[in-house]
C-alpha cells in the first residue's frame, strides 16, 4: 500500500511570514512529486513538481525533495491571506498513477 | 493553465439510479484520468485512460463504473447504480500535452445521492 502522509494542521502563519508544508512517502520507487492547492469546494491547482533531489523555485513557492528520506516539502514566502487553502502532496511513480496525501489546511492571518 | 471542463457542476440522484458524469479534456490528449474526492477525504484514483481505452483502474473502480469516449472529444463516467457512498466530487485531469507526468483538474462535478 503505497502512503503518502501530510499533517492535516491547520497551519496558521501571520501574513508575510514563511509557511512550510510537509509530506512523507512510503514508496522509494516514487518518482515524481506534485503540490496541490485546493481552495474549499474547488479542484485541485497545480502549483509545482519536482523530480529530483534539491529545491526547486518558482516565484514564491519552493518546493524541496530528499528522496533518501522519502520526503517532500512546499516553503511559501512572503504568505498572503490568498494562499489560505489546503495544500495537496501527490506522489508518482512509474505507473502514472499519482497517490495523495489528505492535504495540510493553511490559514495566513492578517 | 490549459482547461478541462466538466457537467453537471451539481448532480442530485437518488439511490440506485444511473449517472452520467462528462468531461472534455484538454484537446488532442491520449491521457486522461478520473478521481473522486469524498467530502473531508484524500483524492483518490479511479481509472485512467490511454488512447481509448483504460489503462489502469483502482479497487474503486468496480463493476459498478465504466468509463467510454462515445464522440472522440468528450469522456463519461457512468456509475449504474449509486450507492450512497458514491456521493463524492468527482474530477477528471489529464496531462497538458502528451508524454507529460503533470496533471490539470477539471472544476469537478459533486455528485449527491439520498
Known amino acids: 500500500q503505497k502512503e503518502v502522509e501530510q499533517n492535516s494542521g491547520p497551519l496558521s502563519v501571520p501574513e508575510g511570514a514563511i509557511a512550510s508544508l510537509n509530506c512523507t512517502y512510503s514508496d522509494r520507487g516514487s518518482q515524481s512529486f506534485f503540490w496541490y492547492r485546493q481552495y474549499s469546494g474547488k479542484s485541485p491547482e497545480l502549483i509545482m513538481f519536482?523530480?529530483?533531489?534539491g529545491d526547486k523555485e518558482d516565484g514564491r513557492f519552493t518546493a524541496q525533495l530528499n528522496k533518501a528520506s522519502q520526503y517532500v516539502s512546499l516553503l511559501i514566502r512572503d504568505s498572503q491571506p490568498s494562499d489560505s487553502a489546503t495544500y495537496l502532496c501527490a506522489v508518482m511513480g512509474g505507473s502514472y498513477i499519482p497517490t495523495f496525501g489528505r492535504g495540510t489546511s493553511l490559514i495566513v492571518h492578517p | 493553465e490549459p482547461e478541462v471542463t466538466q457537467t453537471p457542476s451539481h448532480q442530485v440522484t437518488q439511490m440506485g439510479q444511473e449517472v452520467i458524469l462528462r468531461c472534455v479534456p484538454i484537446s488532442n490528449h491520449l491521457y486522461f484520468y478520473w478521481y473522486r474526492q469524498i467530502l473531508g477525504q484524500k483524492v483518490e484514483f479511479l481509472v485512467s485512460?490511454?488512447?481509448?481505452?483504460?489503462?489502469?483502474k483502482s479497487e474503486i473502480f468496480d463493476d459498478q463504473f465504466s468509463v467510454e469516449r462515445p464522440d472522440g472529444s468528450n469522456f463519461t463516467l457512468k456509475i449504474r447504480s449509486t450507492k450512497l457512498e458514491d456521493s463524492a466530487m468527482y474530477f477528471c485531469?489529464?496531462?497538458?500535452?502528451?508524454?507529460?507526468?503533470?496533471?490539470?483538474f477539471g472544476p469537478g462535478t459533486r455528485l449527491l445521492v439520498l
Open positions: 519536482i523530480y529530483s533531489n
Open positions: 485531469a489529464g496531462p497538458p500535452s502528451s508524454g507529460q507526468e503533470t496533471q490539470y
Open positions: 485512460f490511454y488512447n481509448n481505452e483504460i489503462s489502469e
